[in-house]
């Protein structure tokens, strides 16, 4: 089994829907950071988790809110969906420990917002 | 803040020619530095990192990169690229220890000709 999982895979939605993508993991992890992917952007931060009681904003955080509910889940909700939020959205774990630690990727969720 | 440059939006290879992916940063401080592949409809995977020390480090699929502080590069290098080298790569500069957020590069998209 994959060690970070993101659900749905796809989705398809209308402007204006209340959207939910979660993630979760079994690696064990502390921090937990969500990114959207745009052609030709590159991946930016949209939210991050240190921990359980520790949320904090990312670089595109306008739009988006969170929710760590554990340890192992970390979702990302789009209040009112709207076409421009359409793009590929990535969850990433790290652990806490000695030194830089990188950070694991799981496969990603396509939005589609129409 | 911190930033990263991938100049070449599409590198054009043939098969069994050696490959350059050019990647130049901007930190202040000492870099953590990663370089990741994203095969397509795949998550990002981490081919190598830099954190300190030798500034020619050796990753997965026989990547390798070089640090150049003179220079503010982070080049990836391979010999002899293979057909599954398609893909794209992302390299990404990360904020101190303690506070690992990424900041990634927009990306350069191999592809293999035979």
């Known amino acids: 089994d994959a060690d970070v999982t993101q659900t749905p895979r796809n989705r398809i939605t209308k402007t204006g829907k209340r959207i939910m993508l979660e993630c979760s993991q079994t690696?064990?992890?502390?921090?937990m950071y969500w990114y959207r992917q745009d052609p030709g952007l590159g991946l930016r931060l949209i939210y991050y988790s240190f921990d359980v009681k520790d949320i904090n904003k990312g670089e595109i955080s306008d739009g988006y809110s969170v929710s760590r509910q554990a340890q192992a889940k970390f979702s990302l909700s789009l209040e009112s969906a709207i076409p421009n939020q359409t793009a590929l959205y990535f969850c990433?774990?790290?652990?806490?420990?000695?030194?830089?630690?990188?950070?694991?990727f799981g496969p990603g969720t396509r939005l589609t917002v129409l | 803040a911190q930033s990263v440059t991938q100049p070449d939006i599409h590198i054009t290879v043939s098969e069994g020619a050696s490959l350059e992916l050019r990647c130049n940063y901007s930190y202040g401080a000492t870099p953590y530095l990663f370089w990741y592949v994203q095969s397509p409809g795949q998550g990002l995977q981490l081919l190598l990192k830099?954190?300190?020390?030798?500034?020619l480090v050796q990753g997965i699929k026989g990547f390798e990169a070089e640090f150049k502080r003179s220079q503010s590069s982070f080049n990836l290098r391979k010999p002899s690229v293979h057909w599954s080298d398609a893909a794209e790569y992302f390299c990404a500069v990360g904020e101190e220890v303690g506070n690992e957020k990424l900041t990634f590069g927009t990306g350069t998209r191999l592809t293999i000709i035979p």
């Open positions: 830099y954190f300190s020390g030798d500034t």
């Open positions: 990433a774990t790290s652990v806490v420990g000695w030194g830089y630690n990188e950070q694991f």
């Open positions: 690696k064990g992890h502390d921090r």
